[in-house]
């Protein structure tokens, strides 16, 4: 699912909140040490990403993740303008924020609901700098967003 546009930050019981990170969708496949990469538009990406695939590929169980990758400057920000150069300056810091499982054990899980999904791929998901869970909250959006924008939500 893409992010939801909205004209300000709001807080609702029902919705969880997550980072939104500034580089490009990948679909991760894994299945018995091998892995393949994928774009939003499908396009097969795994020889661009050697060592995402790598870290990848201590995943146990087979299964389909979504995420983001991004380039992180020295702050450990994610910067797009950093992804783009990524491919010719083998020194850019790549990870890949993942945020959802998609299948597991061969069986589609996006029926199951958010939480639940999130919580089987933190099992599943290897302990690498390569790779990161990207964490949420529950209900406080308005925190969430003045943590990462520094600014008051009048100024929105």
Request: one cysteine or more; aromatic letters at 8%; proline letters at 3%.
């Amino acid at each position: 699912m893409l992010a939801t546009l909205v004209d300000k930050p709001f807080d609702s019981a029902e919705w969880v909140y997550e980072t939104k990170w500034d580089g490009f969708r990948l679909i991760a496949e894994a299945k018995r040490g091998s892995v393949r990469l994928f774009s939003r538009n499908g396009i097969e990406v795994t020889a661009r990403y050697p060592a995402i695939a790598q870290a990848l590929r201590a995943v146990t169980e087979p299964c389909v993740i979504d995420g983001e990758l991004v380039a992180l400057d020295a702050k450990g920000r994610s910067r797009f303008q950093l992804l783009q150069n990524a491919l010719r300056d083998e020194g850019t810091r790549l990870q890949y924020c993942v945020f959802d499982l998609l299948f597991l054990g061969g069986k589609d899980v996006r029926g199951k609901p958010l939480l639940e999904r999130k919580r089987l791929l933190k099992q599943v998901l290897p302990s690498t700098s390569l790779l990161r869970y990207s964490e949420h909250i529950r209900e406080k959006g308005i925190a969430l967003f003045l943590l990462y924008n520094r600014s008051s939500v009048e100024d929105v």
